[in-house]
């Protein structure tokens, strides 16, 4: 079984306060983080880097470091789940879209970019925001995602965190 912990706009830099303590003790009850874009800078990337195996790629706030170094999408299997992972660009509104017509042929989509939690299944796919851990939008609180895999099968969920 892999339990994942899923990101997406964090916006950290070295003028905002470093990754939140409960993302810091959820890490250690995860096998993994898969990160949906905007660390923003790239202290947070090597922070969750140091800490455990992250799959990850660049948002539309990045820094140049993490924007040339990161994919703007990808798609991984773990468990026989086929995943893919994007952050999403222009109006929040059409991200749901873009995120949808940026794969084929796979069971589960992340995304982020919109900063509000989302889990919906459209045509036997998943779509997958587990919202901003820093800088949630029309939501009241911040959120993340744990995404859990046993034998092909996968759940997925948004935990809130408090202010």
């Given at each position: 079984?892999?339990?994942?912990?899923?990101?997406a706009?964090?916006?950290?830099?070295?003028?905002?306060?470093?990754?939140?303590?409960?993302?810091?003790?959820?890490?250690?009850?995860?096998?993994?983080?898969?990160?949906?874009?905007?660390?923003?800078?790239?202290?947070?990337?090597?922070?969750?880097?140091?800490?455990?195996?992250?799959?990850?790629?660049?948002?539309?706030?990045?820094?140049?470091?993490?924007?040339?170094?990161?994919?703007?999408?990808?798609?991984?299997?773990?468990?026989?789940?086929?995943?893919?992972?994007?952050?999403?660009?222009?109006?929040?509104?059409?991200?749901?879209?873009?995120?949808?017509?940026?794969?084929?042929?796979?069971d589960?989509?992340?995304?982020?970019?919109?900063?509000?939690?989302?889990?919906?299944?459209?045509?036997?796919?998943?779509?997958?925001n587990?919202?901003?851990?820093?800088?949630?939008?029309?939501?009241?609180?911040?959120?993340?995602?744990?995404?859990?895999?046993?034998?092909?099968?996968?759940?997925t969920?948004?935990?809130?965190?408090?202010?």
């Amino acid at each position: 079984m892999a339990r994942i912990l899923v990101m997406a706009d964090t916006h950290l830099d070295q003028l905002t306060p470093g990754i939140p303590d409960t993302i810091l003790h959820e890490i250690r009850n995860c096998d993994q983080v898969i990160h949906a874009g905007d660390f923003t800078g790239e202290d947070c990337y090597r922070q969750l880097s140091s800490l455990t195996r992250l799959v990850a790629v660049h948002g539309n706030m990045d820094c140049m470091f993490l924007s040339s170094m990161l994919p703007a999408k990808l798609q991984t299997n773990i468990e026989n789940v086929r995943i893919g992972i994007i952050h999403g660009v222009g109006s929040p509104r059409h991200t749901l879209h873009y995120a949808r017509s940026s794969f084929q042929d796979l069971d589960l989509i992340i995304f982020g970019h919109s900063h509000q939690p989302f889990i919906e299944r459209f045509n036997g796919v998943t779509m997958f925001n587990p919202g901003s851990t820093t800088a949630p939008r029309s939501h009241p609180f911040p959120s993340y995602g744990i995404l859990e895999i046993k034998d092909g099968e996968f759940q997925t969920r948004i935990v809130q965190m408090k202010r």
